[in-house]
């Protein structure tokens, strides 16, 4: 190996454990599960392996787009009591959960090859900032296009950390008509929450409901997790 070569690798190596030491918590990944046949129902996942103990986990939701809540009985979870070998992402617990809740699924009419399409997908692989972002994006099969604003608000700081976030909507029609929406609910406080970042825009298959993809960066010793989460909007 010349020298050249074994510097540029050792380098690679000092960095690899400099951007360990910076984010010391665990990822989960995102799940889009299709829509139900009236387009009323938004199902998602995530899962991951959680870094201290390595048991995968999965948690299972299905959200009623008009109301931007869960269905009853719209929240469910599974954590592993075994470990997995490293470098494993835990994606059996997500075939585990689904498996034994497919009765949520039907009884919502939610078929998982009924999907919504992409309207904007974020590329900065960056947190979002604690001063909020905006974002344009357009529906050009409905000849729509929007402006959304995620405004966060924050009280408190350390190990008493409490935001929020809601995002301002305007939304401009075919005809140069323009509505604005409030997404989302700027009372609720998450604890240990740094940022929220907009990941994705999926619109619905039948109409005009949008659901907002955010990934939220919990603090965590010596880094932050990885979540995800979904705001909607059926006007």
């Given at each position: 190996?010349?020298?050249?070569i074994?510097?540029?690798?050792?380098?690679?190596?000092?960095?690899?454990?400099?951007?360990?030491a910076l984010?010391a918590?665990?990822?989960?990944?995102?799940?889009?599960?299709?829509?139900?046949?009236?387009?009323?129902?938004?199902m998602f996942?995530?899962?991951?392996?959680?870094t201290a103990?390595?048991?995968?986990?999965?948690?299972?939701?299905?959200?009623?787009?008009?109301?931007?809540?869960?269905?009853?009985?719209?929240?469910?979870?599974?954590?592993s009591?075994?470990?997995?070998?490293?470098?494993?992402?835990?994606?059996?617990?997500f075939?585990?959960?689904?498996a034994?809740?497919s009765?949520?699924?039907?009884?919502?009419?939610?078929?998982?090859?009924?999907?919504?399409?992409?309207?904007?997908?974020?590329?900065?692989?960056?947190?979002?900032?604690?001063?909020?972002?905006?974002?344009?994006?357009?529906?050009?099969?409905?000849?729509?296009?929007?402006?959304?604003?995620?405004?966060p608000?924050?009280?408190?700081?350390?190990?008493?950390?409490?935001?929020?976030?809601?995002?301002?909507l305007?939304?401009?029609?075919p005809?140069?008509?323009?509505?604005?929406?409030?997404?989302?609910?700027?009372?609720?406080?998450?604890?240990?929450?740094?940022?929220?970042?907009?990941?994705?825009?999926?619109?619905?298959?039948?109409?005009?409901?949008?659901?907002?993809?955010?990934?939220?960066?919990?603090q965590?010793?010596?880094?932050?997790?990885?979540r995800?989460?979904?705001?909607?909007?059926?006007?």
């Amino acid at each position: 190996m010349s020298k050249k070569i074994f510097l540029s690798a050792a380098l690679t190596v000092v960095l690899m454990f400099c951007g360990a030491a910076l984010w010391a918590g665990d990822t989960a990944s995102f799940v889009d599960l299709g829509f139900s046949q009236d387009g009323g129902v938004y199902m998602f996942a995530q899962y991951g392996v959680l870094t201290a103990t390595l048991r995968p986990w999965a948690e299972l939701y299905a959200v009623n787009v008009s109301n931007n809540d869960f269905v009853t009985g719209g929240k469910l979870s599974y954590s592993s009591h075994n470990s997995v070998n490293a470098g494993n992402d835990g994606i059996g617990a997500f075939y585990r959960l689904v498996a034994q809740n497919s009765a949520l699924a039907d009884r919502h009419q939610v078929d998982f090859l009924h999907q919504g399409h992409p309207l904007y997908i974020a590329l900065d692989p960056e947190g979002g900032s604690p001063q909020g972002e905006r974002i344009d994006f357009r529906d050009f099969e409905r000849g729509f296009s929007y402006q959304a604003r995620l405004v966060p608000s924050s009280e408190g700081s350390g190990a008493g950390l409490k935001t929020s976030f809601h995002i301002a909507l305007d939304r401009t029609g075919p005809a140069g008509d323009r509505r604005s929406f409030t997404v989302g609910n700027p009372g609720i406080k998450r604890p240990q929450i740094g940022t929220y970042k907009i990941k994705k825009v999926i619109a619905s298959p039948l109409d005009a409901g949008l659901i907002f993809v955010i990934e939220m960066r919990k603090q965590v010793v010596n880094g932050y997790d990885i979540r995800y989460m979904v705001e909607t909007l059926r006007p």
